[in-house]
Nanobody, 122 residues
Framework: QVELVESGGGAVQAGGSLRLSCAAS????????MGWFRQAPGKEREAVAYFDTVRRTWYADSVKGRFTISQDNPKNFLYLEMNSLTPEDTAMYYCAARGRCGGLVWTDFAYWGQGTQVTVSS
C-alpha cells in the first residue's frame, strides 16, 4: 500500500519561507516519480513542481525562482523549498506520485497525500 505524508505547512507572513516534506512508503518507484500540487479554495488543483519523464524539474511559472523541488530517492523523500511567499501561494499543498514510473512507462499521478496547508498573510 502506498502512503504519502506531507508535513511542513503552516502560517507565515509574506516574504517568508517554508519547506514542505513528503515521506513515501510502500512506493516502488523513485522519488523522481513524485511531485507537488496545490489547490486553493474554489480553485482547480494545479501542478507546482515535479519531475518530467527525463527527470528534469518542472515548475509552474508562478513559482519559478522561488520554489525548489528536490528529492532523496534512497529515503523516498520529496521536498519543496518555498521562498518569498506571497498570499497567492496560500493553498493546500499535496504530494503526489505516479502510478507507474520507470523505463518507457510513466503514468499520471495516481497517489496523493492528505495535504498540508500553507497560509501566507500580507
Amino acid at each position: 500500500q502506498v502512503e504519502l505524508v506531507e508535513s511542513g505547512g503552516g502560517a507565515v507572513q509574506a516574504g517568508g519561507s517554508l519547506r514542505l516534506s513528503c515521506a513515501a512508503s510502500g512506493y516502488n518507484y523513485s522519488s523522481t516519480c513524485m511531485g507537488w500540487f496545490r489547490q486553493a479554495p474554489g480553485k482547480e488543483r494545479e501542478a507546482v513542481a515535479y519531475f518530467d519523464t527525463v527527470r528534469r524539474t518542472w515548475y509552474a511559472d508562478s513559482v519559478k525562482g522561488r520554489f525548489t523541488i528536490s528529492q532523496d530517492n534512497p529515503k523516498n523523500f520529496l521536498y519543496l523549498e518555498m521562498n518569498s511567499l506571497t498570499p497567492e501561494d496560500t493553498a493546500m499543498y499535496y504530494c503526489a506520485a505516479r502510478g507507474r514510473c520507470g523505463g518507457l512507462v510513466w503514468t499520471d499521478f495516481a497517489y496523493w497525500g492528505q495535504g498540508t496547508q500553507v497560509t501566507v498573510s500580507s
